[in-house]
């Protein structure tokens, strides 16, 4: 079945150690986002790639950094990681045709703990 | 600018009984609708969407939502709910011809046998 995959489910770092969470897909989507959720909140996006086009959010913390090597792969960085930082982060996709972009495909997730 | 309010933070509901999960937002263009849900642990469900047409909606696990303009509102039905039900649901809005997703703070379901 088509999908978007998330590894790991669970990633556990201590303050200030680089951590890459890793967002695979196989709907071959164009665009892919990364949300942070933290807990009892809603999904807050990141940024988004439209291929290989970099849109950061204007309040998305210098800290975090985004890579988009192919069309199936998008990772996210976080450079330092605070406590502030521990959360559920959220990969999706979406198929951008003309100027509409169609339904976004979340995954399950990875759970960030930092301690 | 855009943004999604959903009015009850906490829906505690019986077994078999019906459910109304409201949502209201604002936007000052034409705007697409959203219903997500999710379970503990996992990631975002679509559970329905509105994007042009037939202002009701049906979705899956037999939810359905209906769009009202007038009063900017999306809210989401179940006629009878299921322990399964038991989630977060979200509510989300995305103006047309746009790529952000905006949501709501979300609204607990807990369902009582």
């Known amino acids: 079945d088509a999908m978007v995959i998330q590894n790991p489910r669970y990633q556990v770092t201590q303050f200030g150690k680089p951590v890459t969470l890793s967002c695979s897909q196989t709907?071959?989507?164009?665009?892919m986002y990364w949300y942070q959720q933290k807990s009892s909140q809603a999904p807050k996006l990141l940024f988004h790639?439209?291929?290989?086009?970099?849109?950061n959010e204007a309040d998305t913390p210098d800290n975090f950094q985004s890579r988009r090597p192919n069309t199936s792969f998008c990772f996210l960085d976080i450079r330092s990681p605070g406590l502030g930082d521990a959360a559920m982060y959220l990969c999706?996709?979406?198929?951008?045709?003309?100027?509409?972009?169609?339904?976004?495909?979340f995954g399950p997730g990875t759970r960030l703990t930092v301690l | 600018a855009q943004s999604v309010t959903q009015l009850d933070s906490q829906v505690p509901v019986f077994e078999e009984a019906p459910v109304e999960l409201r949502c209201n937002y604002s936007?000052?263009?034409?705007?697409?609708l959203f219903w997500y849900v999710q379970y503990p642990n996992q990631g975002l469900q679509l559970l329905l969407k509105?994007?042009?047409?037939?202002?009701l909606v049906k979705g899956i696990n037999g939810f359905e939502a209906e769009f009202n303009k007038s009063q900017t509102s999306f809210h989401l039905r179940k006629p009878s709910v299921h322990i399964s039900d038991t989630a977060e649901y979200f509510c989300?809005?995305?103006?047309?011809?746009?790529?952000?997703?905006?949501f709501g703070q979300g609204t607990r379901l807990t369902i009582n046998p």
């Open positions: 999706a996709t979406s198929s951008l045709s003309g100027l509409n972009t169609d339904t976004q495909y």
């Open positions: 709907l071959n989507h164009n665009v």
């Open positions: 790639y439209y291929d290989k086009d970099f849109n």
């Open positions: 936007s000052s263009v034409s705007v697409y």
């Open positions: 509105y994007l042009s047409g037939s202002t």
């Open positions: 989300a809005v995305r103006d047309v011809g746009a790529q952000k997703l905006v």
